[in-house]
C-alpha cells in the first residue's frame, strides 16, 4: 500500500517547546515538502527537499527546521521560535524527475499550541 | 468581527446538478496546473491537471478548462454527489516545478 504517512494525526505543544512532525512515503519519489495550512488561506511552503541532504527554505522558514537523511522521510521540527505554531501541517511529495511533476499530500498533521 | 480572509468562496448545489468552481490564476508563465479536493481534517487529493498547451482535459465526472487569455480555470464536476462535498483549490508551477502557489478554494456543499 504505497503512499505518504503523517504521524501523529493531531498534536499539543506547550509554549516554548519543540515538537517534531513526521513524514514518511514509499512512493520512491525524491521531492519532499512541507506545508502549513492557516483557516481561508492557501496552502504555504515551509521548506522544500529535492534529494537527500539537501534542502531549501521556503516562503516561511523561520521557526521552522527540517532535515532528509533518508529519501522516504522529511521530519519538521517547529522550534519555540515560531511565533504562531498552531495550524494544520501538510507534507507532500513529487517524483521530481518526471514531467509533469506532480506533487501527492499526506493526511496532515493538526498542530495546537497550548 | 472576525477577519474576511477566513470565509472561503462557497457554491451550493443539488444532488445530480452539475458544479463549476472557478479559479483566478496570476502567472503567465505557470506552464501546469493541477486540481486538489480536499476533504475536512483531511490531506488534499489530486484531481486533475492540465499542462498550458492545452484548453480542455476530462477525466471521470470532471473537466478542467483553461483560458490563458484571461488566466481563468475551471473544474465542472458532472452530476455531484454528496460524498463531492469538501474544499476545491487550484495550484499553479509558476514556470517552477517545485513551487506550487495555490488558491484558497471554494467549498463545494451537495445537499441531498
Known amino acids: 500500500d504505497g503512499g505518504i504517512t503523517q504521524s501523529p494525526k493531531y498534536l499539543f505543544r506547550k509554549e516554548g517547546q519543540n515538537v517534531t512532525l513526521s513524514c514518511e512515503q514509499n512512493?520512491?519519489?525524491?521531492?519532499m515538502y512541507w506545508y502549513r495550512q492557516d483557516p481561508g488561506q492557501g496552502l504555504r511552503l515551509i521548506y522544500y527537499s529535492q534529494i537527500v541532504n539537501d534542502f531549501q527554505k521556503g516562503d516561511i522558514a523561520e521557526g521552522y527546521s527540517v532535515s532528509r537523511e533518508k529519501k522516504e522521510s522529511f521530519p519538521l521540527t517547529v522550534t519555540s521560535a515560531q511565533k504562531n505554531p498552531t495550524a494544520f501541517y501538510l507534507c507532500?511529495?513529487?517524483?521530481?524527475?518526471?514531467?509533469?511533476?506532480?506533487?501527492?499530500f499526506g493526511p496532515g498533521t493538526r498542530l495546537t499550541v497550548l | 468581527g472576525e477577519s474576511v480572509g477566513l470565509h472561503l468562496p462557497t457554491l451550493s448545489v443539488q444532488e445530480g446538478d452539475n458544479s463549476i468552481i472557478n479559479c483566478a490564476y496570476s502567472?503567465?508563465?505557470?506552464?501546469?496546473f493541477i486540481w486538489y479536493k480536499q476533504e475536512s481534517g483531511k490531506g488534499p487529493q489530486f484531481i486533475i491537471d492540465?499542462?498550458?498547451?492545452?484548453d480542455k482535459r476530462q477525466g471521470q465526472r470532471v473537466t478542467v478548462l483553461l483560458n490563458k487569455t484571461v488566466k481563468h480555470l475551471s473544474l465542472q464536476i458532472a452530476a455531484t454527489q454528496p460524498g463531492d462535498s469538501a474544499v476545491y483549490f487550484c495550484?499553479?508551477?509558476?514556470?517552477?516545478?517545485?513551487?506550487?502557489?495555490f488558491g484558497k478554494g471554494t467549498l463545494l456543499t451537495v445537499n441531498p
Open positions: 502567472n503567465s508563465a505557470s506552464d501546469y
Open positions: 512512493l520512491n519519489h525524491d521531492a
Open positions: 492540465i499542462r498550458s498547451n492545452m
Open positions: 507532500a511529495s513529487s517524483p521530481r524527475l518526471v514531467d509533469p511533476d506532480t506533487q501527492y
Open positions: 495550484a499553479e508551477d509558476g514556470g517552477s516545478n517545485y513551487k506550487l502557489t
